[in-house]
């Protein structure tokens, strides 16, 4: 006997009741897909740093190096060397490299000349050897020529006292150096780290060249 068309759909009724279901989620999870919703982000597998797998996520760029400083013409570049202070004695150095390709000659003293913040020369007495103001060996030392080879360097220096003997005169700070390291070479200017705090005694002693190793 042929079952009954009322008997078929009794019989599939409990398979629509779970298939309904299922429709109904799978609808509107492709409605979430679709809009971008951020629970359905969720279900799509991220690496901890958040990244897709198979997905490469650019280096960043490397920073760029420091800019080396040019060298002059001569050949012969200017930097600032040690300090040195104690009981209101000051010291200086100044170095010279010879950065560039063939050997270089220095001798004597530097030209020396104390700047203000505008880089305007000051007002100061700039002698050679200690002057007076403290005996120290290296700045009474006999001058010599000293000859640099690419990359050596030889030294020199200035001396003050940090010194007030009249509050009625207003105390003299250089903050630049202008060096000339040999007669008719162009003169450098350095940074005096810190100034160069002369009060008011107005004075500036000069040491030699000397090499450096």
């Keep these: ?32 897909l679709v809009r971008g919703d951020p629970d359905s982000r969720a ?29 002059p013409e001569s050949g012969l570049s200017v930097q600032l060397g040690e300090q040195e202070a104690a009981m209101g004695l000051r010291v200086l150095g100044i170095v010279v490299v010879n950065c560039g390709t063939v050997p270089r000659t220095v001798r004597g003293h530097p030209a020396i000349r104390l700047l203000d913040e505008d880089r305007q020369p000051l007002d100061v007495l700039v002698s050679h050897g200690s002057s007076g103001i403290a005996t120290v060996p290296s700045f009474d030392a006999t001058p010599a020529t000293v000859t640099l080879e690419p990359g050596e360097r030889a030294g020199a220096a200035v001396m003050w006292r940090n010194l007030v003997t009249d509050p009625s005169v207003r105390a003299t700070l250089g903050e630049f150096l202008e060096v ?17 705090d002369l009060g008011n005694t ?12």
């Excluded at 009741?17 to 492709?30: E, Q, R």
């Excluded at 740093?49 to 190096?65: D, Q, R, Y």
């Excluded at 002693?205 to 090499?211: D, L, R």
Aim: glycine share 6%; aromatic share 2%.
């Design 202 to 213: 107005g004075k500036l002693a000069v040491a030699p060249w000397a090499a450096r190793r």
């Design 43 to 71: 279900l799509s597998p991220r690496s901890e740093s958040g990244a897709l797998p198979g997905v490469t996520t650019p280096a960043p760029a490397p920073s760029p190096s420091p800019t080396r400083p040019s060298c």
């Design 1 to 32: 006997m042929t079952p009954q068309p009322r008997n078929r759909l009794r019989r599939l009724a409990p398979l629509a009741v779970l298939i309904v279901p299922l429709l109904v989620i799978a609808a509107l999870l492709a409605v979430d």
């Design 180 to 196: 000339t390291v040999a007669a008719g070479d162009p003169p450098q200017v350095i940074d005096a780290e810190g100034g160069v």
